[in-house]
Nanobody, 122 residues
Framework: QVQLVESGGGLVQAGGSLRLSCATS????????MGWFRQAPGKEREFVAA????????YYADSVKGRFTISRDNATPTVYLQMNSLKPEDTAIYYC???????????????WGQGTQVTVSS
């Protein structure tokens, strides 16, 4: 069974940067597309970014396009989310997830990490 562990969250001022990591184990990482989602207090979980098995295709939510970059290292195996120009509205728990489909649809993701808190102060 695939296990996912996120790290790299924390408190940062608006305009700052963070790099989230998602370490995977227990399964063939190369068989899964990977995604990042986030959930702010009182809100539903929302899509942030997704990347295919090879990294050749990437989706971003409009709210993060141009500021966030998703990448993966199949040798490690780890997926990353580089977050620049952070805004207070980016505050949320960030989750990585694994799916057999390259999709922004959270219901298609089979495995989820426990999440890492990102807090952006104004």
């Amino acid at each position: 069974q695939v296990q996912l562990v996120e790290s790299g969250g924390g408190l940062v001022q608006a305009g700052g940067s963070l790099r989230l990591s998602c370490a995977t184990s227990g399964g063939p990482f190369r068989n899964y597309a990977m995604g990042w989602f986030r959930q702010a207090p009182g809100k539903e979980r929302e899509f942030v970014a997704a990347i295919t098995l090879s990294g050749s295709s990437i989706y971003y939510a409009d709210s993060v396009k141009g500021r966030f970059t998703i990448s993966r290292d199949n040798a490690t195996p780890t997926v990353y989310l580089q977050m620049n120009s952070l805004k207070p509205e980016d505050t949320a728990i960030y989750y990585c997830a694994a799916s057999r489909w390259h999709t922004p649809d959270s219901t298609k993701y089979e495995y989820w990490g426990q999440g890492t808190q990102v807090t952006v102060s104004s």
